[in-house]
């Protein structure tokens, strides 16, 4: 079968970014491959396919189509803009066409880029197989996020913290256009660059059902840009209320890493929560705790606004500001509606936030395990669970609390036209059994450094299913060891 290939970001777009040539690697093989992306991109995958790609995904071939750039963006870190970043370890290969759309091929950690500052242009085996496995665990939670084919040992050491194993993830998604590209426009004063950013931003990403006719020669550059920002509005709220449902902390939230789709994206040190804590800070590199898990929220209106007054040479401050008023009434109404699933409610009453409410203090009070606790939720709705209200109440510290909690549970239930059946099957998929705590993450890197891939191949196939219960995979569900609690998570990779 023969490969469909474009290159639009190039061919509009390529002085936003500069031609490269990923570097050669000495002895590059396969670590882990996704069979879910590689059915996404309808990709032939025999034998002799897997060398082929292995060789055009690490500098010793290239295909026909291919014409590798790294991209020029910037963005505000931690609140301070910074002009000079950009793919400073990761190229664009090509955009492969497809029967499902148009998927950008990534490879990060291709060598040393233009936009590489004091870097490597490396990746190493540890943060390779956190991306691989969170890009396809969020998949598997329904959360928008980018994906991975893969990810390829390259036969060199790489100098970190200490000598680490060198690896490369081909990471792929529909854009990898960023906030950070616009602010780029815009802070170089190049009002034409933005123009033919939003333009072809409009034409070649942004989704069908975004755009306001068939016919874009019809629409004029300003609106094409607030069409824009209100998707990112739309797409970030509903992003990070899954984010927040799911006790999902991504840890470094800077423009330059949020997609104009809406994805999760650029993963390092991210982490789910263990014990419930809204203040959880995962990334230990964030000391005034900026990126906090219950920061989240207020930090994706931040950079929106950072997008908007990147754009405000072609919208009305006045548009820009009604478009960003969407953005927490999405979030509340997405979360609330999240939230109620996880309590098994199809009803919606005022008395429920309330009752939302008053668990997760309870919850933040004993330290409870979060994803433990609404499974455990789930589990006592289920007549063929042999979990009780006595079991239940026993996972907390807080005993009588809990009782007057379900006390009222309880009576909301009673407001419900939903069968039980309906109930439980309504927080079965919502409350998931397994997700990827950092101490599994950390055991599967480990185990891989020493030559074995299983934990990683066995962490993939269970987080494709984190709603199912797979008993053989029950030990995944247990709560993490008290070791765990030491591991730390910062922006090396």
């Given at each position: 079968m023969a490969l469909k290939f474009s290159n639009t970001y190039f061919s509009e777009l390529a002085d936003l970014g500069s031609v490269f040539q990923p570097a050669v690697f000495p002895d590059p093989q396969w670590l882990v491959v996704s069979d879910d992306v590689i059915e996404l991109l309808q990709l032939p995958w025999q034998e002799k396919d897997q060398e082929r790609f292995l060789r055009a995904f690490s500098g010793h071939q290239t295909l026909d189509g291919f014409q590798p750039l790294a991209q020029k963006y910037t963005g505000h870190q931690f609140g301070q803009y910074n002009p000079d970043l950009g793919d400073g370890r990761g190229v664009l290969l090509a955009e492969l066409l497809t029967e499902n759309g148009r998927w950008d091929l990534h490879v990060k950690g291709a060598g040393k880029t233009p936009y590489s500052r004091f870097g490597d242009g490396r990746a190493v085996l540890r943060s390779c197989i956190r991306e691989f496995l969170a890009s396809e665990a969020l998949a598997g939670l329904g959360i928008a996020t980018s994906r991975a084919l893969g990810v390829y040992t390259t036969g060199e050491s790489v100098q970190r913290e200490t000598v680490e194993p060198g690896a490369a993830l081909i990471r792929v998604c529909e854009s990898h256009i960023r906030f950070g590209h616009f602010e780029y426009a815009y802070y170089q004063?190049?009002?034409?660059?933005?123009?033919?950013?939003?333009?072809?931003?409009?034409?070649?990403?942004?989704?069908?059902?975004?755009?306001?006719?068939?016919?874009?020669?019809?629409?004029?550059?300003?609106?094409?840009?607030?069409?824009?920002?209100?998707?990112?509005?739309?797409?970030?709220?509903?992003?990070?209320?899954?984010?927040?449902?799911?006790?999902?902390?991504?840890?470094?939230?800077?423009?330059?890493?949020?997609?104009?789709?809406?994805?999760?994206?650029?993963?390092?040190?991210?982490?789910?929560?263990?014990?419930?804590?809204?203040?959880?800070?995962?990334?230990?590199?964030?000391?005034?705790?900026?990126?906090?898990?219950?920061?989240?929220?207020?930090?994706?209106?931040?950079?929106?606004?950072?997008?908007?007054?990147?754009?405000?040479?072609?919208?009305?401050?006045?548009?820009?500001?009604?478009?960003?008023?969407?953005?927490?009434?999405?979030?509340?109404?997405?979360?609330?509606?999240?939230?109620?699933?996880?309590?098994?409610?199809?009803?919606?009453?005022?008395?429920?936030r309330q009752l939302l409410g008053e668990f997760l203090a309870i919850m933040k009070k004993d330290q409870a395990d979060y994803t433990h606790t609404w499974r455990l939720l789930s589990d006592y709705n289920d007549p063929q669970s042999d979990v009780d209200e006595l079991k239940f109440i026993d996972n907390f510290i807080s005993r009588d609390l809990v009782k007057t909690w379900f006390a009222k549970y309880h009576q909301r239930l009673q407001l419900e036209n939903s069968k039980v059946s309906e109930r439980v099957e309504l927080m079965k998929g919502i409350n998931p059994k397994y997700v990827l705590r950092n101490y599994l993450a950390q055991q599967a890197i480990e185990a891989a450094e020493k030559g074995d891939t299983s934990q990683v191949e066995r962490l993939f196939q269970v987080f494709k299913k984190p709603f199912e219960e797979q008993p053989e995979h029950q030990s995944l569900a247990k709560r993490p060891p008290d070791w765990s609690q030491s591991l730390s998570i910062s922006c090396s990779s």
């Amino acid at each position: 079968m023969a490969l469909k290939f474009s290159n639009t970001y190039f061919s509009e777009l390529a002085d936003l970014g500069s031609v490269f040539q990923p570097a050669v690697f000495p002895d590059p093989q396969w670590l882990v491959v996704s069979d879910d992306v590689i059915e996404l991109l309808q990709l032939p995958w025999q034998e002799k396919d897997q060398e082929r790609f292995l060789r055009a995904f690490s500098g010793h071939q290239t295909l026909d189509g291919f014409q590798p750039l790294a991209q020029k963006y910037t963005g505000h870190q931690f609140g301070q803009y910074n002009p000079d970043l950009g793919d400073g370890r990761g190229v664009l290969l090509a955009e492969l066409l497809t029967e499902n759309g148009r998927w950008d091929l990534h490879v990060k950690g291709a060598g040393k880029t233009p936009y590489s500052r004091f870097g490597d242009g490396r990746a190493v085996l540890r943060s390779c197989i956190r991306e691989f496995l969170a890009s396809e665990a969020l998949a598997g939670l329904g959360i928008a996020t980018s994906r991975a084919l893969g990810v390829y040992t390259t036969g060199e050491s790489v100098q970190r913290e200490t000598v680490e194993p060198g690896a490369a993830l081909i990471r792929v998604c529909e854009s990898h256009i960023r906030f950070g590209h616009f602010e780029y426009a815009y802070y170089q004063k190049d009002e034409a660059l933005l123009k033919r950013l939003v333009e072809y931003t409009y034409e070649f990403v942004l989704p069908a059902q975004s755009k306001l006719t068939t016919d874009a020669s019809s629409v004029k550059v300003d609106e094409k840009a607030s069409a824009i920002l209100q998707h990112a509005t739309h797409r970030t709220a509903e992003m990070i209320a899954k984010w927040q449902a799911f006790g999902f902390c991504h840890g470094v939230m800077n423009t330059d890493n949020m997609s104009i789709l809406g994805i999760t994206f650029d993963f390092g040190p991210f982490g789910f929560l263990d014990q419930y804590d809204p203040s959880h800070i995962c990334n230990h590199s964030d000391h005034s705790g900026r990126y906090a898990f219950d920061e989240q929220p207020g930090v994706g209106l931040w950079n929106l606004n950072a997008l908007g007054h990147a754009l405000s040479p072609l919208i009305e401050k006045e548009q820009i500001a009604e478009i960003l008023k969407q953005y927490e009434p999405k979030l509340v109404n997405t979360y609330s509606e999240l939230m109620r699933a996880k309590l098994g409610l199809f009803e919606k009453t005022k008395d429920d936030r309330q009752l939302l409410g008053e668990f997760l203090a309870i919850m933040k009070k004993d330290q409870a395990d979060y994803t433990h606790t609404w499974r455990l939720l789930s589990d006592y709705n289920d007549p063929q669970s042999d979990v009780d209200e006595l079991k239940f109440i026993d996972n907390f510290i807080s005993r009588d609390l809990v009782k007057t909690w379900f006390a009222k549970y309880h009576q909301r239930l009673q407001l419900e036209n939903s069968k039980v059946s309906e109930r439980v099957e309504l927080m079965k998929g919502i409350n998931p059994k397994y997700v990827l705590r950092n101490y599994l993450a950390q055991q599967a890197i480990e185990a891989a450094e020493k030559g074995d891939t299983s934990q990683v191949e066995r962490l993939f196939q269970v987080f494709k299913k984190p709603f199912e219960e797979q008993p053989e995979h029950q030990s995944l569900a247990k709560r993490p060891p008290d070791w765990s609690q030491s591991l730390s998570i910062s922006c090396s990779s």
